[in-house]
């Protein structure tokens, strides 16, 4: 046999040992060169073997350069980079030209979960690494609103018996009922995924598997494909996937109550306002209008006529309706009808006409949990100066977002399942279940974040009778 040359590192130079080189230093003389290596500097400089260098860290640079360990930054230091991005408002020069204190905590959230949560296109536990870097950087986010505190009358008595009144500093209310409530949803969230890193029902194939070219819908061609048995999931396997799919989505109506309900008290802008129409029928179209304005409105009717093929579509009928309400709302609210806003319409129809639009805006939420911002939130977000409901606005859409996805996922696999029971079946037969009946100002109705199922794992359900 032969044996292997060790490769050293000294003094940034590769140096080779082997028979050849020695006999050639012998030859030389050199007494360096005959123990086998070649110095180029200093002798008492270490010397690291190549797999001690990969092992240790050190980056492999070309000769002359300098080799360093590669520096893994600590807590500390990656706390001291996200909190001065905070306090710059994001604008790194330091000119003062940032965007406010509220927004840069939200936009930090936001990107946040878009780098942890973005690769997350499997029915799969996060990995433990990733799961890790989550809690532990949306905890440092909070911690702000630890520090968001208003003043509560106390009672307190003194040395005497005495009992006296006083004011005392406690948590904002929003924040000391929505921020744990929140917390327990995300929690809730990664132990669903979590329960699938046991199943093996199904599988995931490769987005360009050409044996199953018809379960890849062309706008979701980067989604991996979903695998199933050729007779389809057993039946225990398909009530844990229901439950789980139940489970995940009283997790999306709790996170889309919190987020409407932080939207909802968030104030108009100003600049939103100024942009409208001047009246709502502009702003929603002739035809829009004249549907709204019948005498006999049915909203379910009414949305069934409407085109809501893309979600561009969707979005831009939200846009108008959303603008025709505030439009309508300042109008009536107006104690001068003589206005610059014009009295065309009495006042009895556009209260009307307002609540016609309001339903038609609880159905498209119900019908499309997962559509995007609509014009009018974007813009309270952009100008809202209040620290705390820009915590929960980011957070609750962020759990909500991630919910969506999951409820999605769950669908495609439900979808694969009938698929590979009945092939002739290439459209969607299974679509996310709209959230229940939930009002922008009301909370009431909003589920507690311990009504959704308790979590279960595939193998509570193979004693279930078919």
Known sequence: MFEIPTIYWHNHSQVQEDGGD???????????????????????????????????????????HTVTPKKIPSDVELMKERFSKLLLGEDMSGSGKGVSSALALSNAITNLAASVFGEQRKLEPMP?????????????????TDHIVEFVASQQISKDGTSMEIMVTRQRTDLLMNVPALRKLDSMLMGYLDNFGGQNEFWYGSKNDSESPDQRKDDRWWMPVVKVPPNGLSDSSKKWLLFQKESVNQVLKAAMAINAQVLSEMSIPEDYIESLPKNGRVSLGEAIYKSIAVESFDPGQFLSTMDLSTEHKVLDLKNRIEASIIIWTRKMSTKDMKSSWGSAVSLEKRELFEERAETVMLLLKQQFPGLPQSALDISKIQYNRDVGQSVLESYSRVIESLAYNVLSRIEDVLEADAIAQDPTATESLFKPSPPPNTSDSNTEDEPECNEAPSAMTLSDFMDWSP
Do not use: N, Y
């Open 128 to 144: 433990p690494e990733t799961k890790g870097r989550w809690r532990k950087e949306i905890d440092w986010l909070l911690s702000v």
């Open 22 to 64: 020695q006999d050639k230093a012998a030859d030389s003389g050199d007494p360096e060169e005959a123990q086998g290596f070649r110095s180029e500097g200093p002798v008492d400089q270490e010397m690291h073997p190549l797999g001690l260098a990969i092992d240790h860290g050190l980056e492999v640079a070309e000769a002359g």
